[in-house]
């Protein structure tokens, strides 16, 4: 079973890049099974990253959404605190990770 | 249910608002992402880009060279194709995709604040070859950049 969520972090100079990579399989609800009966929908439909409760990114996804999403973003960190990563389900179940973040 | 309340509730316009508020004073709700939320709902069910633009409240949004968008001339694989939007508009606040041809064209939609910048990378899935649009929108104005992505059956070239 692919980690529901991995994270990477680069620095460049001011600038953080995360990398988000979220293990899920993404089913669009177009899918059928060999009975022929439609596959139901059932996708990762948001993400957001948070320092210290602040919202740095989010995102809203739909079923176009490739299969283990992968989300690249980018911001200048203004202060250190806790990083934290969250995605929710179609179902309502969210999972989130910490990080902390120290900004020298 | 969830869906068949929001439905209604954004068909009938000013008389929404009535049915958000108590929910809101309920605490059912948070306001600003409840108001997201159903903003967006339309967009997201749209299947058609001009619906989903106007559902983003997008109407036509005028070419802007400062907003990159970066998509391979042809995908290997239609299930995952790379996407990277640069939006070098100042004060861009949010970049949505959409893929002309999918079923429901808005493929994801993206907001940045306290610091993040209007840049993102994702991967999409393509049905079929199609036009690939980014829209950003910056001081409340929607500005767009597209490319056609083609799709090959098979791994041969378009």
């Known amino acids: ?104 | 249910m969830e869906m068949n309340v929001t439905r209604r509730t954004v068909l009938r316009g000013a008389g929404s608002l009535g049915a958000l508020s108590a929910l809101i004073a309920a605490g059912a709700l948070k306001p600003i992402e409840a108001y997201a939320a159903e903003w967006n709902k339309a967009a997201f069910e749209a299947h058609d880009t001009a619906s989903a633009l106007k559902g983003l409240g997008a109407g036509t949004p005028a070419d802007h060279k400062d907003l990159i968008l970066k998509v391979p001339d042809i995908a290997e694989n239609g299930a995952v194709v790379p996407v990277d939007v640069i939006s070098n508009i100042p004060n861009t606040s949010s970049i949505a995709i959409l893929v002309d041809k999918n079923p429901s064209p808005l493929s994801a939609q993206f907001d940045f604040s306290n610091g993040a910048l209007a840049e993102v990378s994702a991967r999409l899935k393509l049905g079929q070859t199609s036009m690939v649009k980014a829209v950003a929108k910056a001081d409340g104005k929607f500005y767009t950049a597209q490319k056609e992505v083609k799709v090959t059956v098979g791994g041969c070239g378009g």
């Open chain 1, 1 to 104: 079973m692919a980690d529901p969520m991995k994270i990477r972090a680069q620095i460049k100079g001011d600038v953080t890049e995360i990398r988000v990579l979220m293990g899920h399989a993404m089913e669009t609800g177009q899918r059928k099974d060999a009975a022929g009966k439609v596959i139901a929908r059932k996708i990762i439909n948001a993400f957001t990253c948070t320092l210290n409760g602040k919202v740095l990114f989010s995102a809203e996804l739909a079923p176009a959404v490739s299969a283990n999403p992968a989300l690249n973003f980018f911001f200048t960190a203004r202060e250190s605190g806790t990083l934290e990563f969250k995605w929710t389900d179609d179902d309502g179940s969210v999972y989130a990770l910490s990080r902390s973040l120290t900004v020298t």
